[in-house]
């Protein structure tokens, strides 16, 4: 039938709709190989930011590894007949089997908290009020040896979870229409591309409030586990049971949109990578730069100079080109764009209140050099 957004729903899948023992195991199999490709030799052990007790973690960097090993046994799986389409028609179980996980997940995590020493709990998240601090987290890094709970679900079992399932919907609809529309190849490589940028600059994740700053509870394994994969995959989704007529000349114009949106957010984010790991990097060493008090310095021309985050305006420009090879009929293929909209604008303003717990006044000569967040001259 046709998609809709506002009205009634024709009908509420029952409970045996959502519950199967076949996603169970799926889920529990597709979680398990993340965990022992995780485990896997890394080509490279990066250090964490430093820790209230002035210690540093240590993380595997193999996560773009786990994706290409993923890739090839999903192929092989493939050759040998895995019908990797069927997975299209159990979204809807996966889905909940993986709230279920992250629900439970998340119990343990609350209660291992009791047992970790102050200084390894969250700055928020601790609030004694047990529902708030169950769902934003209380243990900042919590570990058992050296395997990290949030870093791993931040990076692999979802993100990786995410493309499988877009890739599971263009097999489905070759099936069904015998070959997958070009819609459905564009937001397929365009999302390939973010997440293998995403695994391949595994890294900077390490710098990330979450990662620094947010405990791991239900909202961020939730986020990571369930949200990431099964609504990230909606554009995909959508085309799977809407098929859109795109040709060539708009086709070419979108890619164009996703190489623009890549070209700031991958621009931007590897600007201040190279600034932060050597200021004096030949790449970044003629941009102009604001002193603060803590010695850190803040780049104010090049990327940095445009906007505040002009990581986000091209991530933004990215969400705006998934979107539009499903067309203009329908708000659902929309949703991401307007859902990431407001996520970007809150961590935007998160990060700002942080970036003025830090830096103080030169936080404000920066607002006065670039008065625009996202948005040159509008926001
Ligand atoms: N698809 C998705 O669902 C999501 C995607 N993302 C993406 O992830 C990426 C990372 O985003 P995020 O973690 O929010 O943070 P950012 O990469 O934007 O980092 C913010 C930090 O950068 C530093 N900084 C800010 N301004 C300057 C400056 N002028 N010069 C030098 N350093 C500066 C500050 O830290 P310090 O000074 O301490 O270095 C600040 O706290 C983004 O590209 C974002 O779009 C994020 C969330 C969700
Ligand atoms: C309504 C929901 C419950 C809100 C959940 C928020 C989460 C979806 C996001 C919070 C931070 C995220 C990050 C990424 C994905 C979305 C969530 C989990 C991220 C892994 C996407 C890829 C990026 O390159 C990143 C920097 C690795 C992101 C890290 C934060």
Same mark, same amino acid.
């Given at each position: 039938?046709?998609?809709?957004?506002?009205?009634?729903?024709?009908?509420?899948?029952?409970?045996?709709?959502?519950?199967?023992?076949?996603?169970?195991?799926?889920?529990?199999?597709?979680?398990?190989?993340?965990?022992?490709?995780?485990?896997?030799?890394?080509?490279?052990?990066?250090? $964490?930011?430093?820790?209230?007790?002035? /210690?540093?973690?240590?993380?595997?960097?193999?996560?773009?590894? @786990?994706?290409?090993?993923? @890739?090839?046994?999903?192929?092989?799986?493939?050759?040998?007949?895995?019908?990797?389409?069927?997975?299209?028609?159990?979204?809807?179980?996966?889905?909940?089997? @993986?709230?279920?996980?992250?629900?439970?997940?998340?119990?343990?995590?609350?209660?291992?908290?009791?047992?970790?020493?102050?200084?390894?709990?969250?700055?928020?998240?601790?609030?004694?009020?047990?529902?708030?601090?169950?769902?934003?987290?209380?243990?900042?890094?919590?570990?058992?040896?050296?395997?990290?709970?949030?870093?791993?679900?931040?990076?692999?079992?979802?993100?990786?979870?995410?493309?499988? !399932?877009?890739? @599971?919907?263009?097999?489905?609809?070759?099936?069904?229409?015998?070959?997958?529309?070009?819609?459905?190849?564009?937001?397929?490589?365009?999302?390939?591309?973010?997440?293998?940028?995403?695994?391949?600059?595994?890294?900077?994740?390490?710098?990330?409030?979450?990662?620094?700053?947010?405990?791991?509870?239900?909202?961020?394994?939730?986020?990571?586990?369930?949200?990431?994969?099964?609504?990230?995959?909606?554009?995909?989704?959508?085309?799977?049971?809407?098929?859109?007529?795109?040709?060539?000349?708009?086709? /070419?114009?979108?890619?164009? !949109?996703?190489? !623009?949106?890549?070209? !700031?957010?991958?621009?931007?984010?590897?600007?201040?990578?190279?600034?932060?790991?050597?200021?004096?990097?030949?790449?970044?060493?003629?941009?102009?730069?604001?002193?603060?008090?803590?010695?850190?310095?803040?780049?104010?021309?090049?990327?940095? $100079?445009?906007?505040?985050?002009?990581?986000?305006?091209?991530?933004?420009?990215?969400?705006?080109?998934?979107?539009?090879?499903?067309?203009?009929?329908?708000?659902?293929?929309?949703?991401?764009?307007?859902?990431?909209?407001?996520?970007?604008?809150?961590?935007?303003?998160?990060?700002?209140?942080?970036?003025?717990?830090?830096? $103080?006044?030169?936080?404000?000569?920066?607002?006065?050099?670039?008065?625009?967040?996202?948005?040159?001259?509008?926001?």
């Amino acid at each position: 039938g046709p998609a809709r957004l506002l009205g009634p729903t024709p009908y509420l899948p029952g409970l045996e709709m959502l519950w199967s023992q076949r996603a169970l195991l799926l889920w529990l199999t597709w979680f398990g190989l993340q965990v022992a490709l995780y485990l896997l030799p890394a080509r490279k052990v990066a250090e $964490g930011q430093e820790l209230k007790d002035k /210690s540093r973690l240590h993380y595997p960097i193999n996560g773009f590894q @786990a994706l290409v090993l993923t @890739a090839l046994l999903v192929g092989l799986g493939v050759l040998v007949g895995l019908p990797l389409g069927e997975l299209s028609e159990m979204l809807l179980p996966l889905a909940f089997v @993986a709230t279920l996980a992250a629900f439970i997940f998340s119990l343990f995590l609350y209660m291992k908290a009791q047992v970790a020493p102050a200084s390894a709990l969250a700055p928020g998240g601790n609030s004694g009020n047990p529902i708030y601090d169950f769902f934003l987290g209380r243990e900042l890094n919590p570990r058992i040896c050296s395997f990290d709970f949030k870093y791993f679900c931040e990076l692999r079992p979802g993100l990786i979870g995410w493309v499988l !399932i877009n890739l @599971a919907l263009l097999v489905q609809e070759a099936e069904l229409r015998g070959s997958p529309s070009l819609a459905m190849w564009l937001v397929n490589g365009f999302q390939l591309l973010y997440v293998g940028d995403a695994l391949w600059h595994e890294e900077a994740v390490l710098t990330t409030m979450d990662i620094t700053h947010d405990g791991f509870g239900f909202m961020l394994a939730f986020g990571d586990l369930v949200w990431v994969p099964f609504t990230y995959s909606l554009q995909a989704q959508f085309l799977l049971y809407h098929p859109q007529p795109l040709r060539l000349p708009m086709a /070419s114009v979108i890619c164009l !949109i996703n190489a !623009i949106g890549y070209y !700031i957010f991958r621009g931007a984010n590897s600007q201040k990578d190279t600034f932060r790991k050597n200021p004096s990097d030949p790449r970044v060493a003629d941009l102009e730069t604001i002193s603060t008090a803590t010695g850190r310095q803040l780049l104010v021309s090049g990327w940095w $100079g445009m906007v505040r985050h002009p990581n986000y305006l091209g991530d933004l420009i990215m969400a705006l080109a998934w979107s539009l090879p499903c067309g203009v009929s329908h708000l659902l293929p929309y949703f991401y764009l307007l859902y990431f909209t407001a996520l970007l604008v809150h961590r935007e303003a998160r990060d700002e209140q942080q970036c003025l717990q830090k830096y $103080g006044r030169a936080w404000h000569e920066y607002c006065q050099r670039v008065p625009y967040r996202i948005l040159p001259y509008i926001y």
